[in-house]
DNA sequence: TCGATTATTATGTACACACATATAAATACT
DNA sequence: AGTATTTATATGTGTGTACATAATAATCGA
C-alpha cells in the first residue's frame, strides 16, 4: 500500500492551479474534503496547502477557506553567506585587507537605520574583500558595540567583520536593499574600477530582537552577479 | 494551564543559539530530549527546529542529529510581483507600453538559458513599464509559446507579458540572477537616462515542471531598490 | 434598517503514536 | 587492516483526535 506523502498532495495541488483545474480567484476545496479525496490525513493537506500559502501560491484564510490568488506574489531567496565562502565556492583564492577602523558617531542615515541616538559611538570598519588578488567586494560597515561587546576584543584585521558577526552575532531578522550605483571616486579607487561604474550594492541592516546590531554596504565589483531561486 | 506552541520552542532554541548556550559547532539534544525538557509533544520540537533549519539557523542530518553550524548561511527572500502592482504600490500611476513584438528564432545565449533548441521559434517582447509617465522599468522578455499556446491570441499591446504570464502559466519553479548593468544605449534611450547610468538589473527563468517558459531581463531605472528580509 | 451579538466553520496547532529512512557506529568477515 | 554487513538512533512523516482561533454568516434587538 502506498501511502500519500504532504509531498505528493502538494504536487497535486499545484498541477490543478496550473491546470486551472482550481482557477485564479477560485475557492478550492477544503482539507477535510481533500484529506478524504486524496485518501489521507487532514494533517497531510494542512502541510502542503501551509507550504504553498508561504510560497505565495494559494491565499488561506480562516474560516473563509483557501483560494489561488488572481495575482499571485512569488517568492525569491537568496543566500547571504560570509563573504570569504562565497569568493571560496567560485574556485578563487580569497584575501582581506581592513582598511580603516575607528569608533566614532555615525552618520545620521546610519544612526536612523539602526534606530540609535545620533550621538552614539559606534564602530565604523571599511575593509575589501579580494578574489585571486582583484577587488572583489567593499564593506562598509557600522557596528553597534553595545549589541556585541566581545568585538572589541576581536582583530578584526585578522577576520573580516563580517565573518565575525555571521560567528559571534547570531541575529534573527534584518532587512536588505538591493540597488545599482554609480561607483563613487573613493569606492572606485578601492575597487580598482573606473569612477561612476555600475556596481552591485547591498545594504542590510541587522537586529537580535529589537537591538540593533550593525549596517553594512557592501559595494561589489563590476561584474557581479547574485543568485537567487524561486 | 499553558499549552507550549511551536514558536515559544524556537524562540527559546533561538534564545539559545544567540546565547551560545548552544555554542557554534555544538550538537543541540535530540527532539526527544528537548520535548520532554520544555514539556511538550515531539512534533512540536520537530516543526520548530525544521523551521530553523530551513532558514539556515541549524543544520540537522538523521541519525547525525542537529547541531548549530559554524558558518550559518541565512536566507533573505524578496517578492516577485507584478510590475503594475509594484508600481502602484508605491502610489504611482501605472502606464505600459508594448515597444516591440516579433516571433523569431532567440539568440544563441536565450536558447541555451532556456534548454531549447536554438531555431525554435519564440515571442520576444520588448516593453516599457511607466510610473507617473516616467520610465520605470524596461522588460526584453522571450517566451516559448509551446509551454504557453494561449499566448498567441493575447493582446500583449493592452495588458503586460509580465502580468499575463503571472496570470496564466503559473511556474514552478524559476531562477533569478541580479546584477548591476551599465545602461546600453539603445536602453538608455527607452529609460531615458544617460548611456552607462548604472541599473539594477533581473534577468530570470521560469520553468513549469521541465518545460521553460520564459526567460526576461527587467532593466530598471537608475536608482531602483529592491527590498528583501531576512 | 442598522448595529451589536452570537453561531458556524475553515484553518491553525498540539498530542500520542507508529513507522519510514538515512546514516553513524559497531560488528563480522575476508 | 580493510571491507562488507548489521544494528542502533535521530530525524522525517502519516494518522486520528482534540481544541484554539479568526472571520464570516446568521441572528437578534433597538
Redesign the interface.
Given at each position: 500500500m502506498t501511502t500519500i506523502t504532504w509531498q505528493s498532495v502538494q504536487a497535486e495541488a499545484?498541477r490543478r492551479?496550473?491546470s486551472r483545474e482550481w482557477p485564479?480567484g477560485a475557492q478550492i476545496p477544503h482539507e477535510a474534503d481533500l484529506a478524504t479525496e486524496l485518501g489521507c490525513a487532514r494533517a497531510t493537506v494542512n502541510r502542503a496547502l501551509r507550504d504553498l500559502a508561504s510560497a505565495?501560491?494559494l491565499d488561506r484564510k480562516r474560516k473563509a477557506g483557501t483560494r489561488v490568488p488572481?495575482?499571485?506574489?512569488?517568492?525569491?531567496?537568496?543566500?547571504?553567506?560570509?563573504i570569504r565562502?562565497d569568493v571560496q565556492a567560485r574556485g578563487l583564492p580569497y584575501t582581506y585587507r581592513l582598511l580603516h577602523q575607528t569608533t566614532a558617531a555615525p552618520p545620521p542615515d546610519v544612526a536612523q537605520r539602526l534606530m540609535l541616538p545620533g550621538d552614539t559611538p559606534m564602530i565604523h570598519i571599511l575593509a575589501l574583500h579580494l578574489a585571486a588578488n582583484a577587488p572583489f567586494c567593499l564593506e562598509d560597515r557600522w557596528i553597534n558595540p553595545a549589541a556585541t561587546p566581545h568585538i572589541t576584543t576581536a582583530d578584526l584585521s585578522e577576520i573580516s567583520a563580517n565573518?565575525w558577526l555571521?560567528?559571534n552575532a547570531?541575529?534573527?531578522?534584518?532587512?536588505?536593499?538591493?540597488?545599482?550605483?554609480?561607483a563613487p571616486p573613493a569606492t572606485a579607487h578601492h575597487l580598482n574600477c573606473p569612477p561612476?561604474?555600475?556596481?552591485?550594492?547591498v545594504d542590510r541592516t541587522?537586529w537580535?530582537g529589537a537591538t540593533p546590531i550593525t549596517c553594512v554596504r557592501l559595494c561589489?565589483a563590476?561584474?557581479?552577479?547574485?543568485?537567487?531561486?524561486?
Open positions: 499545484l492551479i496550473r485564479p505565495g501560491l488572481l495575482n499571485p506574489v512569488r517568492k525569491a531567496t537568496f543566500d547571504i553567506p560570509i565562502l565573518e555571521v560567528q547570531a541575529f534573527t531578522a534584518g532587512d536588505v536593499a538591493l540597488s545599482a550605483i554609480a561612476g561604474a555600475p556596481l552591485f550594492t541587522t537580535a561589489y563590476p561584474g557581479h552577479q547574485m543568485q537567487a531561486k524561486i
